[in-house]
Each structure stands twice: as structure tokens, then as C-alpha cells.
């Protein structure tokens, strides 16, 4: 059975607002470190380099979840950006936002 695109919408939505309240979290905790210990403000920055390329990976995320619901939205949803063919309903149950069908994701 195919997933409605509502409910695909759903997802993409609650993924969307699970991702930026991740972000908010980051950005706070990023803020937050200034140790007077050297040791640990240390430490403290290498764990900012984490936090940071967690930030990043959440923001291309959410652009991409963005231009899913914009394609929802323009019913362009499940149809390839390169080609113009169907993405799979499979591959879409993996990847609600992607844009793109197996063959052209290569």
C-alpha cells in the first residue's frame, strides 16, 4: 500500500520541527562553553566542532525537507528533478525529501 502524500507531509513536518528544535539545542550549548580551565575549554572546542558539523548536517536536511514540501505543494512531489520520472514509493518511504529516483541519485 502507498503512503498518502499527506501523511508523507506529516513527516516531513514533524521531521522539520524535530530538526530545528536539534538546532536551537546546538546553537545554545555552543554559547554555553567558556571554562575558565584550559583543559576543559579544550575539550569544550572539540566537541563545538562536532556540535558545528551536526549544525550544518541539520540545515541541509532541513532545505532539503523544505523543497519537499515545496514540491508537495506545486504537486511536483515523487517525481525526479533530473528526470521526470517516478521515485519509487520505497525509496521514498527512506527518504521522504529526496528529490531524486535511484537511477539519477548516482
Known sequence: MTTPISARKTTLETRL????????????????????DWEELAVEREEDEVLEGQGVQGQAEMAAIRAALARIEAGD?????????????????????TPFCKSCAR
Open 77 to 97: 512531489y515523487g517525481f525526479c528533478t533530473k528526470c521526470g520520472g517516478e521515485i519509487s514509493a520505497e525509496r521514498l518511504d527512506l527518504l521522504p525529501h
Open 17 to 36: 520541527t524535530e530538526l530545528d528544535d536539534r538546532l536551537h539545542e546546538i546553537r545554545d550549548e555552543l554559547v554555553s562553553h567558556n571554562s575558565p
